[in-house]
């Protein structure tokens, strides 16, 4: 802290996680938890979270731009043509994680969200019945107060597995639901706070909830 021309100037607290390297304080301060109605960026969450099974949200953070390049920039009707040649061309990509599982996860993925988008007339109205159709704000104290997993996390998965999306398990779709702003998980102490409807500047209603680890350095997710 110090002053100047008679002003106090505050270090801005974050969350724990967003504080080690650029891209991830950007992530935080620009991203993470504000609510997500875009299907594209929906697609986009599934899959980064997906690639990052067994890896931390830096590693594929690092590598996001491979993967629009790589993933017709997240647009699912495309994805969703990819053959057995493109998936192959993937394997040799050094821009993206190359794991055979994971690529046909989100080509299978793709194909996935595309149903659903049919039945429900988009997959963002689909997904926030999760949570009632508002941001589930928590009021977390510390990062290690944060579950791994949470029942709407377990509901969700369990029911996109039923809809054939693979690498959908609770712990990797609770980091989705964190990132898209289905639920604020930053911490009582984080500058952004404030309920994300409001700083995004959608209209929601907030449903608060008491304490039930997770967040995006939590690595192994499964």
């Known amino acids: 802290?110090?002053?100047?021309?008679g002003m106090t100037r505050t270090r801005k607290r974050r969350c724990a996680?967003?504080?080690?390297q650029p891209h991830m304080t950007r992530y935080h301060d620009d991203e993470w938890g504000r609510p997500v109605h875009d299907d594209r960026t929906h697609f986009e969450m599934l899959l980064l979270e997906g690639a990052q099974a067994g890896?931390?949200?830096?590693?594929?953070?690092?590598?996001?731009?491979g993967y629009r390049r790589a993933f017709a920039s997240f647009d699912p009707v495309k994805v969703a043509r990819f053959d057995a040649d493109k998936k192959a061309s993937l394997l040799r990509d050094a821009g993206i994680i190359r794991n055979r599982l994971k690529i046909d996860a989100a080509v299978a993925n793709a194909r996935a969200f595309l149903a659903v988008q049919r039945e429900f007339g988009s997959f963002d109205?689909?997904?926030?019945?999760?949570?009632?159709?508002?941001p589930k704000v928590n009021r977390w104290k510390a990062m290690s107060e944060v579950p791994a997993a949470t029942a709407e996390s377990e509901a969700l998965s369990n029911d996109l597995k039923k809809r054939g999306f693979r690498f959908v398990g609770r712990t990797i779709v609770y980091a989705y639901m964190q990132?898209?702003?289905l639920v604020n998980d930053h911490t009582l102490?984080?500058?952004l706070r404030?309920?994300?409807?409001?700083?995004?500047?959608?209209?929601?209603g907030i449903?608060?909830?008491?304490?039930?680890k997770s967040g995006p350095m939590a690595g192994g997710r499964m």
């Open 179 to 181: 990132a898209v702003g």
């Open 207 to 212: 449903l608060t909830a008491g304490s039930q």
């Open 17 to 20: 996680w967003a504080g080690r």
């Open 55 to 65: 890896l931390t949200w830096e590693t594929i953070l690092r590598r996001r731009e």
């Open 125 to 134: 109205a689909y997904v926030w019945r999760f949570v009632g159709g508002r």
């Open 1 to 5: 802290m110090g002053r100047r021309f």
């Open 189 to 191: 102490d984080c500058f």
């Open 194 to 204: 404030r309920p994300a409807s409001s700083r995004s500047g959608r209209q929601h």
